[in-house]
């Protein structure tokens, strides 16, 4: 662990800013081959290499000279600055600057890195002959609340020779202007607030000092940060609004004019400082005598130290507080009266003037405010040397300075004097990092409550040399050293965020660089890295070193390709070098739990370790690690028997039978199911390369054991890991392949507690079940396992009564009821029941000598146990079957003893109902499947004759289903009578058609489903739930939305209000209809016939969870039949618009009571309309039924005309719209009439004679019919494009009245026009009987008659 340089940014564009800025000295001809260089190598200038060759070029040297220089050293001949936060440089020189703002992108190796890329360039001088002189680059904090510690934006700070100082945005912007003193501006330097580390530590305030050859100007960083907000807001409302009048806020500072110094160069704002009494009093006693007063309170005061010479450093003082700062408009009104101003402000503005007042602008020169004197308080005299920088260590205690005679001093502040020099550093460039003390570091020697400890480090770069060194303060050695470019620059800003205080930095974390080096040859930016440890010393270097030793080791174990003696060796001399007993433990802990070492390397260097800690004296060691190294090699020893145990060569060579004895009956019992189970749980799954499949990791092993206590106990971690452990302990005893005693003897020798073992066994069994029911000596095994595992002792308690339940045999079944894997559970409670009634019958016949029979509470609970598992096995082969093709499809449900105890009555029958669901089962299909069960059963076995009958072969789909089907609720007869099966699955598809609305057919297929229920309880509660639950939202907003556009609504707008397309709401609609008529049919059967008493098997008589559907359905109250019809006909009117798509505002068709009775709560009693109805009312309701009966006509000519069968035929809507009529109190007779005339205008002549029947009033109907044979007739004679001759003449003999009469008809009203004359002599036939003689027309009729015959007659 020690100092690195890390690159975490490319500057980008560096060739195109380096032209830039030195465009008048850039050569006239540029060779072709420099265009092929990348932009960021400078180092080489190939254009003069063949200079050497001949004498005679050498004329041009000193223009290839100067080219060299440019390309390599151009950079120091530019201002530069960073912002803290790296996201913006600025590199200015003379009166030209570049601004560089930071962008991510992805190199060519994939990976994202940072890069700072040319924003704005351009020239900053305002006034003529003016360069840059000083840079700076200040973040300002954001004021929103939201913000975590980011600039929100940053401001570049210029200093000019003319002595302006001005400020720009990131995209070169100016925001104000401003001339503070008329001498060259020499430095900007910025101080932010930062928290006290310490109570006692003054609070610094934020402040920008600018330094002139005689004078100081600081700023408040406070009244700073407002006024570059104020500005900022108003160049942007101004931009905004094309105007260039901008009236900046006042702007304060401080002036102090630094004497008794004959040059000065740099500068450092220290910051408010307040002495303490002793040093108060010893100032007072020098410069006031023996007699001098000294005032009850230290007063504070603001440091600055300069460089330069004579003195070559010197210390001024600024006592605060005198007097308030004054602003530019109060310092111009009071100015005479004024002779020297502590305070004073701005008073000349440029940049921001009137377009009236350009010309005067320009030429007048701003009024500069005169400085007040500050003598220097003393100094470091030395008249030969001269200074040239100083670099203030971040927390203000120290400062390193640079002179011409290469030396570099390291100051004290506080005390005034030189504590350090260094030489050789000529031209050396200075900055400071921090290092803070990480958290978890001193929690092993001191108190964690002990505040972090933070080390200062001096970094300098010495450009001659072309070596970046770091430096401990205050008397440290070198820590570090690098090899860099002799053209390079230190950047080191000194501060961070300008704008926090101490409120608003509360959980902020500000991620700045404290120094970087900016390489121009390749253009990177490299950040310093230092440890912490590297500032310690004497007794804590040796820690320091363990933590080396520490990192050393860790690099050494991630290495793979390493080979495991030279590991070995390495690591075992790591760990004898490490003095810390707490580092060495750590140490050890990371050697264990690599997983690169093998274990034999493990135990030797554990053993190694405990070997030389016992030869230590005994007061001096650490007994937490004897204990670690103690057992970890117990542990070690362990895994290495086991590992032997389970090789090849140890596998048993007898032969055994297979099988198991006492439960061949069983076995064939259960073997049909079962071969079903196995075969659908068989197929192929998806496997990952990167799977573990090998032994067990060593770590592994041990991240899982622990001694606690002397005693070796087991942690149970993820199911994964859990399994894993288990299988490297037994799965070579259940596969055959190891002794199974000695394993168990080794086992138990370890001191691991038969209960662990026995829920190790048992997970690997349940969890490994694919592979387990492949072998088949896996039982005899598993029985030869639990036989040995309860005779260890404390398995089975000798204390235990036969008539009580045994804790051991428990954890057997509570194993095997909550695992999902069903065929492996029931195989192992099998061999558990064998293996308890052996134990049961031996621990009886030690205790009773005489005749007895065995009667055990633990027998008891095996027979439930076994009955539960065999039906779960069976319900499981169901669940498992493959969803087909075009289905819905979904993850097989797994389920256990226990899930289906925890959920419920209704468990069973939700998940055969989910499984229907993935199958896509028609309901009529799923009937005559439940209806065929009974003839099927067999009074014995009832579930098992089905399965026994039928080989394991490939079946359809469908007979599968069947088959399973019938066999579970076989097994389940309460859980799946028919009805509760039918509404389990009615809610599974109105659940899933809420899901995706989009989907109709299984709102339609919940409706069938529901209809199928044959008690009407449970019917009516299901319809009540389905209709509060899913229905009644979506019907309403279809109901509004229908009346808000008055027609049947579009995709989009069935989209936006209902959330599905128009075609999934016509269904939709056809299902509301559907349900509610199914609910009031439920709703008249209820009293005749009783509630249902739920039952369930008596295996399953302790399932305790939710209630089910069925349950909840019994619970409903009884609905208001009425309410119920009222929104049926509401449902009714919409389908039947959306159906035919009709103009309709289906609300307005009821009155006040009508409307306020939607949507309420079905069981409530509501007033519904009741009397005569309104007239207007009437009609309009006719004129919308009319509308469905044309639309019906309609749909049944055009279906009829196609040959296709339509959906919308399976609705009746001509008995419908009767129904509604009685409910509407519209005349039914009237309905039936135009749906006459509009069956015979649609040419469909037999469907009219059959509605004929029904019409009542025959003369009305009469007239209507004979207006419409007279269009046909009409057509025929007149229109048709077919006119015979015989046609001609016929029509010369009409009478004049029938000709008038038919020329009068318009068989463009006819939709069908073109009838046989058949049909039409038939349609007159019976207008004639309809009209009494003494009718007006009957002439015309029987006239229509003989010209109907004539026509057939010349056909």
Same mark, same amino acid.
């Given at each position: 662990?020690?100092?690195?340089?890390?690159?975490?940014?490319?500057?980008?564009?560096?060739?195109?800013?380096?032209?830039?800025?030195?465009?008048?000295?850039?050569?006239?001809?540029?060779?072709?081959?420099?265009?092929?260089?990348?932009?960021?190598? @400078?180092?080489?200038?190939?254009?003069?290499?063949?200079?050497?060759?001949?004498?005679?070029?050498?004329?041009?040297?000193?223009?290839?000279?100067?080219?060299?220089?440019?390309?390599?050293?151009?950079?120091?001949?530019?201002?530069?600055?960073?912002?803290?936060?790296?996201?913006?440089?600025?590199? =200015?020189?003379?009166?030209?600057?570049?601004?560089? !703002?930071?962008?991510?992108?992805?190199?060519?190796?994939?990976?994202?890195?940072?890069?700072?890329?040319?924003?704005?360039?351009?020239?900053?001088?305002?006034?003529?002959?003016?360069?840059?002189?000083?840079?700076?680059? #200040?973040?300002?904090?954001?004021?929103?609340?939201?913000?975590?510690?980011?600039?929100?934006?940053?401001?570049?700070?210029?200093?000019?020779?003319?002595?302006?100082?001005?400020?720009?945005?990131?995209?070169?912007?100016?925001?104000?202007?401003?001339?503070?003193?008329? &001498?060259?501006?020499?430095? @900007?330097?910025?101080?932010?607030?930062?928290?006290?580390?310490?109570?006692?530590?003054?609070?610094?305030?934020?402040?920008?000092?600018?330094?002139?050859?005689?004078?100081?100007? $600081?700023?408040?960083?406070?009244?700073?940060?407002?006024?570059?907000?104020?500005?900022? /807001?108003?160049?942007?409302?101004?931009?905004?609004?094309?105007?260039?009048?901008?009236?900046?806020?006042?702007?304060?500072?401080?002036?102090?004019?630094?004497?008794?110094?004959?040059? #000065?160069?740099?500068?450092?704002?220290?910051?408010?400082? $307040?002495? /303490?009494?002793?040093?108060?009093?010893?100032?007072?006693? #020098?410069?006031?005598?023996?007699?001098?007063?000294?005032?009850?309170?230290?007063?504070?005061?603001?440091?600055?130290?300069?460089?330069?010479?004579?003195?070559? !450093?010197?210390?001024?003082?600024?006592?605060?507080?005198?007097?308030?700062?004054?602003?530019?408009?109060?310092?111009?009104?009071?100015?005479?009266?004024?002779?020297? =101003?502590?305070?004073?402000?701005?008073?000349?503005?440029?940049?921001?003037?009137?377009?009236?007042?350009?010309?005067?602008?320009?030429?007048?020169?701003?009024?500069? *405010?005169?400085?007040?004197?500050?003598?220097?308080?003393?100094?470091?005299?030395?008249?030969?040397?001269?200074?040239?920088?100083?670099?203030?260590?971040?927390?203000?205690?120290?400062?390193?300075?640079?002179?011409?005679?290469?030396?570099? !001093?390291?100051?004290?502040?506080?005390?005034?004097?030189?504590?350090?020099?260094?030489?050789?550093?000529?031209?050396?460039?200075?900055?400071?990092?921090?290092?803070?003390?990480?958290?978890?570091?001193?929690?092993?020697?001191?108190?964690?409550?002990?505040?972090?400890?933070?080390?200062?480090?001096?970094?300098?770069?010495?450009?001659?040399?072309?070596?970046?060194?770091?430096?401990?303060?205050?008397?440290?050695?070198?820590?570090?050293?690098?090899?860099?470019?002799?053209?390079?620059?230190?950047?080191?800003?000194?501060?961070?965020?300008?704008?926090?205080?101490?409120?608003?930095?509360?959980?902020?974390?500000?991620?700045?660089?404290?120094?970087?080096?900016?390489?121009?040859?390749?253009?990177?930016?490299?950040?310093?890295?230092?440890?912490?440890?590297?500032?310690?010393?004497?007794?804590?270097?040796?820690?320091?070193?363990?933590?080396?030793?520490?990192?050393?080791?860790?690099?050494?174990?991630?290495?793979?390709?390493?080979?495991?003696?030279?590991?070995?060796?390495?690591?075992?001399?790591?760990?004898?070098?490490?003095?810390?007993?707490?580092?060495?433990?750590?140490?050890?802990?990371?050697?264990?739990?690599?997983?690169?070492?093998?274990?034999?390397?493990?135990?030797?260097?554990?053993?190694?370790?405990?070997?030389?800690?016992?030869?230590?004296?005994?007061?001096?060691?650490?007994?937490?690690?004897?204990?670690?190294?103690?057992?970890? @090699?117990?542990?070690?020893?362990?895994?290495?028997?086991?590992?032997?145990?389970?090789?090849?060569?140890?596998?048993?060579?007898?032969?055994?039978?297979?099988?198991?004895?006492?439960?061949?009956?069983?076995?064939?019992?259960?073997?049909?199911?079962?071969?079903?189970?196995?075969?659908?749980?068989?197929?192929?799954?998806?496997?990952?390369? /990167?799977?573990?499949?090998?032994?067990?990791?060593?770590?592994?092993?041990?991240?899982?054991?622990?001694?606690?206590?002397?005693?070796?106990?087991?942690?149970?971690?993820?199911?994964?890991?859990?399994?894993?452990?288990?299988?490297?302990?037994?799965?070579?005893?259940?596969?055959?392949?190891?002794?199974?005693?000695?394993?168990?003897?080794?086992?138990?020798?370890?001191?691991?507690?038969?209960?662990?073992?026995?829920?190790?066994?048992?997970?690997?069994?349940?969890?490994?079940?694919?592979?387990?029911?492949?072998?088949?000596? =896996?039982?005899?095994?598993?029985?030869?396992?639990?036989?040995?595992?309860?005779?260890?002792?404390?398995?089975?308690?000798?204390?235990? &009564?036969?008539?009580?339940?045994?804790?051991?045999?428990?954890?057997?079944?509570? =194993?095997?009821?909550?695992?999902?894997?069903?065929?492996?559970?029931?195989?192992?409670?099998?061999?558990?029941?064998?293996?308890?009634?052996?134990?049961?019958?031996?621990?009886?016949?030690?205790?009773?000598? +005489?005749?007895?029979?065995?009667?055990?509470?633990?027998?008891?609970?095996?027979?439930?146990?076994?009955?539960?598992?065999?039906?779960?096995?069976?319900?499981?082969?169901?669940?498992?079957?493959?969803?087909?093709?075009?289905?819905?499809?979904?993850?097989?449900?797994?389920?256990?003893?226990?899930?289906?105890?925890?959920?419920?009555?209704?468990?069973?029958?939700?998940?055969?109902?989910?499984?229907?669901?993935?199958?896509?089962?028609?309901?009529?299909?799923?009937?005559?499947?439940?209806?065929?069960?009974?003839?099927?059963?067999?009074?014995?076995?009832?579930?098992?004759?089905?399965?026994?009958?039928? &080989?394991?072969?490939?079946?359809?789909?469908?007979?599968?289903?069947?088959?399973?089907?019938?066999?579970?609720?076989?097994?389940?007869?309460?859980?799946?009578?028919?009805?509760?099966?039918?509404?389990?699955?009615?809610?599974?598809?109105?659940?899933?058609?809420?899901?995706?609305?989009?989907?109709?057919?299984?709102?339609?297929?919940?409706?069938?489903?529901?209809?199928?229920?044959?008690?009407?309880?449970?019917?009516?509660?299901?319809?009540?739930?389905?209709?509060?639950?899913?229905?009644?939202?979506?019907?309403?907003?279809?109901?509004?939305?229908? *009346?808000?556009?008055?027609?049947?609504?579009?995709?989009? %707008?069935?989209?936006?209000?209902?959330?599905?397309?128009?075609?999934?709401? !016509?269904?939709?609609?056809?299902?509301?209809?559907?349900?509610?008529?199914?609910?009031?049919?439920?709703?008249?059967?209820?009293?005749?016939?009783?509630?249902?008493?739920?039952?369930?098997?008596?295996?399953?008589?302790?399932?305790?969870?939710?209630?089910?559907?069925?349950?909840?359905?019994?619970?409903?109250?009884?609905?208001?039949?009425?309410?119920?019809?009222?929104?049926?006909?509401?449902?009714?009117?919409?389908?039947?618009?959306?159906?035919?798509?009709?103009?309709?505002?289906?609300?307005?068709?009821?009155?006040?009571?009508?409307? /306020?009775?939607?949507?309420?709560?079905?069981?409530?009693?509501?007033?519904?309309?009741?009397?005569?109805?309104?007239?207007?009312?009437?009609?309009?309701?006719?004129?919308?039924?009319?509308?469905?009966?044309?639309?019906?006509?309609?749909?049944?000519?055009?279906?009829?005309?196609?040959?296709?069968?339509?959906?919308?035929?399976?609705?009746?809507?001509?008995?419908?719209?009767?129904?509604?009529?009685?409910?509407?109190?519209?005349?039914? &007779?009237?309905?039936?009439?135009?749906?006459?005339?509009?069956?015979?205008?649609?040419?469909?002549?037999?469907?009219?004679?059959?509605?004929?029947? +029904?019409?009542?009033?025959?003369?009305?109907?009469?007239?209507?019919?004979?207006?419409?044979?007279?269009?046909?007739?009409?057509?025929? %004679?007149?229109?048709?494009?077919?006119?015979?001759?015989?046609?001609?003449?016929?029509?010369?003999?009409?009478?004049?009245?029938?000709?008038?009469?038919?020329?009068?008809?318009?068989?463009?009203?006819?939709?069908?026009?073109?009838?046989?004359?058949?049909?039409?002599?038939?349609?007159?036939?019976?207008?004639?009987?309809?009209?009494?003689?003494?009718?007006?027309?009957?002439?015309?009729?029987?006239?229509?008659?003989?010209?109907?015959?004539?026509?057939?007659?010349?056909?």
């Amino acid at each position: 662990m020690s100092c690195c340089l890390l690159d975490f940014c490319r500057v980008q564009e560096l060739r195109q800013v380096r032209d830039f800025l030195f465009q008048s000295n850039k050569p006239a001809i540029v060779s072709d081959e420099s265009k092929d260089q990348p932009e960021n190598e @400078l180092t080489w200038d190939d254009s003069d290499w063949g200079s050497w060759e001949s004498s005679e070029k050498k004329e041009d040297g000193p223009l290839a000279e100067e080219e060299v220089q440019q390309g390599t050293q151009w950079l120091q001949d530019c201002v530069l600055s960073l912002s803290p936060f790296s996201d913006l440089l600025v590199i =200015a020189r003379e009166q030209k600057a570049a601004f560089l !703002t930071a962008k991510w992108q992805t190199d060519e190796s994939g990976r994202e890195e940072m890069t700072l890329a040319v924003s704005w360039s351009g020239s900053l001088s305002a006034e003529e002959g003016e360069c840059v002189s000083s840079v700076i680059c #200040i973040p300002l904090a954001s004021q929103k609340r939201s913000s975590t510690g980011r600039p929100d934006w940053t401001c570049i700070v210029v200093g000019f020779s003319s002595g302006y100082v001005r400020f720009y945005t990131e995209n070169g912007v100016l925001l104000l202007a401003q001339l503070l003193n008329e &001498d060259p501006v020499l430095r @900007l330097k910025c101080r932010t607030y930062e928290i006290p580390r310490h109570p006692g530590v003054t609070e610094q305030h934020e402040e920008l000092s600018i330094l002139y050859p005689a004078a100081l100007v $600081t700023i408040d960083g406070f009244s700073l940060f407002q006024s570059l907000r104020a500005c900022r /807001n108003q160049v942007a409302r101004a931009a905004a609004a094309g105007s260039d009048a901008i009236q900046p806020p006042p702007l304060a500072y401080k002036k102090w004019g630094l004497q008794d110094m004959d040059t #000065i160069v740099d500068h450092s704002s220290v910051g408010i400082m $307040t002495l /303490n009494v002793f040093d108060q009093m010893k100032n007072a006693s #020098i410069l006031g005598g023996f007699h001098a007063s000294v005032k009850g309170s230290p007063p504070a005061m603001s440091q600055y130290i300069t460089v330069g010479g004579g003195p070559f !450093t010197g210390f001024y003082y600024a006592v605060e507080g005198s007097s308030q700062p004054l602003l530019s408009h109060v310092a111009l009104a009071v100015a005479s009266k004024l002779t020297s =101003a502590l305070f004073s402000a701005a008073s000349g503005w440029l940049g921001w003037k009137n377009k009236n007042e350009e010309e005067p602008a320009q030429k007048q020169k701003p009024k500069v *405010e005169p400085a007040t004197p500050l003598p220097v308080r003393f100094g470091l005299p030395d008249s030969r040397r001269h200074g040239e920088s100083i670099s203030l260590s971040p927390c203000n205690t120290m400062a390193g300075v640079t002179d011409d005679f290469g030396r570099v !001093t390291l100051l004290d502040v506080a005390r005034g004097i030189a504590i350090r020099m260094w030489k050789g550093y000529r031209d050396a460039q200075l900055g400071w990092v921090q290092v803070s003390e990480a958290r978890g570091e001193r929690e092993i020697a001191t108190s964690p409550s002990m505040p972090r400890r933070h080390a200062q480090f001096l970094v300098i770069y010495a450009p001659r040399r072309g070596i970046l060194e770091v430096w401990g303060t205050q008397h440290g050695p070198r820590v570090g050293a690098f090899t860099v470019g002799k053209n390079c620059r230190l950047l080191y800003p000194g501060y961070r965020l300008m704008g926090v205080n101490s409120v608003t930095s509360q959980g902020w974390h500000l991620h700045t660089q404290q120094v970087c080096l900016f390489d121009p040859t390749t253009g990177v930016l490299r950040s310093i890295t230092i440890p912490f440890h590297l500032a310690l010393s004497d007794k804590k270097s040796e820690r320091a070193k363990d933590m080396h030793l520490l990192k050393r080791l860790t690099t050494l174990l991630r290495s793979r390709e390493l080979d495991p003696a030279l590991m070995e060796r390495e690591a075992e001399s790591i760990l004898q070098e490490i003095k810390h007993p707490a580092i060495k433990k750590q140490a050890l802990e990371s050697l264990l739990s690599s997983k690169n070492a093998p274990v034999s390397c493990l135990t030797h260097i554990t053993r190694s370790l405990l070997n030389s800690l016992k030869e230590q004296d005994p007061e001096a060691i650490d007994e937490s690690l004897l204990q670690l190294c103690s057992s970890q @090699l117990r542990l070690l020893q362990l895994y290495t028997d086991v590992q032997l145990l389970h090789s090849p060569d140890n596998s048993p060579t007898e032969t055994e039978p297979l099988s198991v004895s006492g439960i061949e009956e069983d076995l064939a019992r259960i073997g049909p199911i079962l071969r079903r189970y196995i075969e659908l749980n068989s197929r192929p799954s998806v496997s990952f390369a /990167n799977d573990p499949g090998g032994p067990l990791p060593v770590r592994a092993f041990l991240s899982q054991l622990e001694y606690e206590g002397g005693e070796l106990r087991v942690v149970r971690g993820p199911d994964t890991d859990w399994t894993n452990l288990g299988s490297f302990l037994f799965w070579g005893c259940l596969s055959g392949q190891s002794p199974l005693e000695r394993v168990c003897e080794t086992l138990q020798q370890s001191g691991i507690s038969p209960q662990q073992l026995l829920s190790l066994l048992l997970t690997v069994w349940l969890n490994r079940e694919r592979e387990i029911l492949k072998r088949a000596d =896996a039982m005899r095994n598993l029985h030869t396992l639990l036989n040995t595992l309860s005779s260890m002792k404390g398995a089975v308690d000798e204390s235990w &009564d036969v008539q009580c339940v045994s804790p051991w045999w428990q954890q057997v079944r509570n =194993a095997c009821i909550q695992s999902e894997s069903s065929g492996g559970a029931l195989l192992a409670a099998l061999v558990s029941d064998l293996a308890a009634k052996n134990s049961i019958t031996s621990l009886a016949e030690s205790k009773f000598q +005489a005749d007895w029979e065995c009667v055990s509470l633990e027998l008891e609970q095996w027979v439930v146990c076994l009955r539960q598992l065999e039906d779960v096995l069976a319900l499981q082969t169901l669940l498992s079957m493959p969803s087909p093709q075009g289905s819905p499809g979904g993850t097989a449900q797994r389920c256990s003893v226990k899930s289906l105890l925890e959920s419920g009555r209704g468990g069973v029958a939700d998940s055969v109902a989910k499984l229907i669901f993935r199958q896509a089962v028609v309901p009529e299909v799923l009937k005559d499947v439940i209806q065929r069960r009974v003839c099927k059963q067999s009074p014995e076995e009832p579930g098992e004759q089905v399965l026994q009958q039928t &080989d394991c072969v490939e079946k359809d789909n469908v007979e599968l289903l069947e088959e399973l089907l019938v066999c579970v609720c076989e097994r389940f007869p309460h859980s799946l009578a028919p009805d509760l099966l039918w509404a389990h699955c009615c809610w599974e598809y109105v659940v899933q058609w809420n899901k995706d609305p989009e989907m109709g057919g299984y709102l339609e297929w919940s409706v069938e489903y529901l209809k199928m229920i044959s008690n009407p309880h449970i019917q009516l509660g299901i319809s009540t739930m389905m209709w509060n639950t899913f229905i009644v939202k979506r019907f309403s907003a279809a109901a509004f939305l229908m *009346e808000k556009v008055g027609k049947a609504p579009k995709d989009r %707008l069935c989209r936006r209000d209902v959330g599905m397309g128009d075609t999934a709401m !016509t269904s939709f609609l056809g299902s509301c209809v559907q349900l509610l008529q199914t609910l009031m049919e439920a709703d008249s059967g209820v009293e005749e016939v009783c509630a249902p008493e739920l039952s369930v098997e008596e295996a399953w008589g302790g399932a305790e969870g939710p209630a089910s559907i069925a349950e909840l359905a019994l619970q409903q109250k009884a609905v208001h039949y009425p309410l119920v019809q009222h929104h049926c006909l509401l449902a009714s009117l919409l389908s039947a618009a959306m159906t035919f798509s009709l103009r309709l505002k289906p609300l307005s068709l009821f009155d006040s009571k009508g409307k /306020n009775a939607f949507f309420r709560d079905l069981t409530s009693i509501q007033l519904l309309p009741s009397g005569d109805p309104d007239p207007n009312l009437v009609a309009i309701r006719q004129e919308f039924l009319m509308n469905v009966l044309t639309g019906w006509v309609k749909t049944i000519g055009e279906a009829e005309d196609s040959s296709s069968v339509k959906s919308i035929s399976t609705v009746d809507w001509p008995a419908m719209c009767m129904e509604l009529a009685s409910l509407l109190q519209v005349t039914a &007779d009237i309905l039936r009439r135009h749906l006459v005339w509009e069956l015979y205008n649609q040419g469909l002549d037999l469907r009219a004679e059959e509605v004929m029947l +029904a019409v009542e009033d025959k003369d009305v109907l009469g007239s209507q019919l004979l207006v419409l044979t007279g269009q046909r007739l009409a057509f025929s %004679l007149l229109h048709s494009q077919t006119q015979t001759k015989a046609t001609m003449e016929l029509l010369a003999r009409l009478p004049p009245t029938l000709c008038t009469w038919l020329k009068a008809m318009d068989p463009s009203e006819l939709r069908c026009p073109s009838v046989p004359l058949q049909q039409s002599s038939r349609l007159v036939s019976r207008v004639i009987e309809m009209l009494p003689e003494n009718h007006a027309q009957y002439s015309i009729a029987l006239h229509l008659l003989e010209t109907v015959d004539s026509l057939q007659e010349e056909e």
